[in-house]
């Protein structure tokens, strides 16, 4: 099975910016110890400086859905989304790569 990417849009609540954070990084220490996890990130938008956009990969679709499917991520995730206003998930399969010039299809 391919590589998997997840991907968040995330909206804190007004003034709530750090907390949200500080779930996030929380939440996703506990996520990136899971089978499968691969690097988790969170960034903020440049041009928007309340969005934050946050993605990770996972060795497969299973991985993830194991991920999400253990009795403890509804927990570990309400804790981050009690800062948020706005959460808009994504998977994504991982199409294509490009490192040091060479483009790669998946």
């Not at 998997?4 to 003034?15: E, S, Y």
């Not at 089978?35 to 400086?49: E, Q």
């Not at 009795?71 to 309400?78: I, L, S, V």
Request: proline content about 5%; charged content about 25%; aromatic content about 10%.
């Amino acid at each position: 099975m391919a590589e998997l990417i997840t991907t968040g849009a995330w909206r804190p609540k007004a003034g709530a910016e750090d907390a949200f954070v500080a779930a996030w990084r929380e939440f996703a220490g506990w996520a990136s110890s899971m089978p499968g996890a691969g690097v988790l990130r969170l960034a903020r938008d440049t041009s928007d400086p309340e969005r934050f956009i946050s993605f990770g990969t996972w060795e497969s679709a299973d991985a993830a859905h194991a991920w999400k499917a253990s009795p403890e991520f509804r927990e570990r995730m309400a804790r981050v989304q009690a800062h948020v206003e706005l959460f808009v998930p994504a998977e994504l399969d991982l199409v294509a790569t490009a490192d040091a010039g060479a483009a790669t299809v998946v």
